[in-house]
């Protein structure tokens, strides 16, 4: 079993930026692809990023990609999600996920956790 806690959300104005951590117990992460999922109010979870366990290859969504940043530090079992040039299209929830495959759809990951909101102000 993996536990994965976020961290690292809150409110930011429009142009600032978050850096999201995401700390896993339970077992070592360097086994697993970890990826970055968000739900909007009203709106479906959307695939944000994914790394793979290595972190030799990473994979954005296009809403993201130039902006948001994901990494991990396997020997601190954590990943992050540098997000920059924040607007408020990206208020969400934030989860992490860990799986098998670095994957851009969220049937592929076994693993979440509890979401950390981002919340951006116009």
């Known amino acids: 079993q993996v536990q994965l806690v976020e961290s690292g959300g809150g409110l930011v104005q429009a142009g600032g930026s978050l850096r999201l951590s995401c700390l896993a117990s339970?077992?070592?992460?360097?086994?697993?692809?970890m990826g970055w999922f968000r739900q909007a109010p009203g709106k479906e979870r959307e695939f944000a990023a994914t790394?793979?366990?290595?972190?030799?290859?990473?994979d954005y969504a296009n809403s993201v990609k130039g902006r948001f940043t994901i990494s991990r530090d396997n020997a601190k079992n954590t990943v992050y999600l540098q997000m920059n040039s924040l607007n408020p299209e990206d208020t969400a929830v934030y989860y992490c996920?860990?799986?098998?495959?670095?994957?851009?759809?969220?049937?592929?990951?076994?693993?979440w956790g509890q979401g950390t909101q981002v919340t951006v102000s116009s």
């Open positions: 339970g077992r070592t992460i360097s086994s697993l692809a």
């Open positions: 996920a860990a799986g098998v495959l670095a994957a851009t759809t969220g049937r592929e990951y076994g693993y």
């Open positions: 790394i793979t366990r290595t972190g030799s290859s990473t």
